[in-house]
């Protein structure tokens, strides 16, 4: 059975920064899809990141390209998701998910999601 766990959210101040981890069993990050996906109130989930093993490919979102770093700790079988200069727009619940490649409809596995709150 895949499950995936998401922790580190919280809240933190507008110009912080925040990193969540989802712990991965069942699979193996090595082989694998992971992506990082985000839904803020009343909008619709939106990727954030992406990172292809074996071979650490990485993509970013738009809205995110320069102030998010995403990793995977093999050892571990756990990836990280790194967001420096965080605003009020990052609010919201962030999920992570595993599949065959980094298209949204590839992932086969997801966490019940992290909330990250943004502040002044």
């Known amino acids: 059975q895949v499950q995936l766990v998401e922790s580190g959210g919280g809240g933190v101040q507008t110009g912080g920064s925040l990193r969540v981890s989802c712990e991965v069993s069942g699979a193996t990050l090595g082989d694998s899809a992971m992506g990082w996906f985000r839904q803020a109130p009343g909008k619709d989930r939106d990727g954030v990141s992406c990172?292809?093993?074996?071979?650490?490919?990485?993509g970013y979102s738009h809205f995110v390209k320069g102030r998010a770093t995403i990793s995977s700790d093999m050892a571990k079988n756990t990836a990280y998701l790194e967001m420096n200069d965080l605003n009020a727009e990052d609010t919201a619940v962030y999920y992570c998910a595993i599949g065959t490649t980094c298209n949204t409809g590839a992932m086969q596995f997801w966490g019940k999601g992290i909330l990250v709150t943004v502040s002044s």
């Open positions: 990172i292809t093993n074996p071979g650490g490919i990485t």
